[in-house]
């Protein structure tokens, strides 16, 4: 289970865009928070190796647009992978060993949790991009965490145990990078929460390309991103509903 190439070898974007919604910083952690407060759908919003860049702040812009109130967790404090890193499969091998880990990130995905549910949401999901992609099917396959399901943005570190754990829906959005996950995306289509799941591949989009590796100001990535947030948000008004 490693990154995939073009993670460890695809530069991020300058972003320019100017969010709409609040960052907050507390004693546990440090979060960006947007969309309605009376929304009964929360999304926890996991970044890639990247952390807080521009392109994820408009993403969950336009997610609560629908409908959802959109919580981006800090989880790696500010100490993300930059340009420099790139094309340093050792660099990346550390993240995935340390700060990247699952036991390293729990604790500020389950105060996202609650966080949305203290407001007032009845059903969370949550979202991952690349190395949190990860993070999101592990989280929804720990019953004590409390996730109703799962969205997947051009993942890495999937294995096929993960989907079989998974206790809800989930949408995988892979792109022409990433490898085959059909073995572990049937075991959830023949589970009890089949029905609610769907993956779809952007075969003309390259890893990264929603996140911060994307061009959003180029007119086909944009109309891929747009595509993938319809995709996301219908998920979840559904699966939250």
């Known amino acids: 289970m490693s990154f995939i190439s073009a993670c460890c070898n695809t530069l991020p974007v300058k972003g320019n865009y100017t969010p709409t919604g609040t960052t907050v910083t507390t004693e546990a952690m440090k979060y960006y928070i ?16 990247f952390g807080y860049h521009s392109n994820f702040f408009e993403v969950a812009d336009l997610l609560s647009k629908t409908g959802l109130r959109v919580i981006i967790p800090d989880l790696l404090e ?15 091998v550390e993240f995935k060993n340390n700060q990247g880990t699952w036991e390293s990130n729990k604790d500020k995905i389950v105060a996202s949790v609650q966080l949305l549910k203290d407001e007032g949401a009845k059903s969370v999901g949550v979202l991952g991009y690349c190395w949190s992609a990860k993070l999101a099917i592990l989280a929804l396959g720990d019953a004590n ?28 959005l892979p792109t022409k990078d990433e490898g085959d996950f059909s073995e572990g995306f ?16 952007f075969t003309e989009m390259f890893h ?18 747009n595509r993938a947030v319809n995709l996301i948000s219908n998920f979840f008004n559904k699966t939250l509903a």
Request: charged residues 25%; proline residues 4%; negative net charge.
């Open 208 to 225: 990264g390309f929603c996140g911060a590796r994307g061009d959003f100001s180029d007119a086909e990535t944009s109309k891929h991103v």
């Open 34 to 49: 947007v969309g309605d407060k009376n929304s009964d759908r929360g999304v926890v919003m996991l970044y890639d190796i």
């Open 145 to 172: 965490i409390g996730v109703k399901s799962a969205a997947m943005l051009h993942p890495s570190l999937l294995v096929t145990e993960d989907f079989a754990n998974a206790k809800g829906p989930i949408l995988l």
């Open 186 to 201: 049937n075991l959830v289509k023949q589970g009890p929460f089949g029905e609610d799941s769907y993956e779809e591949r």
């Open 78 to 92: 500010g100490k993300y992978l930059t340009m420099a890193d790139i094309g340093k499969p050792e660099v990346f």
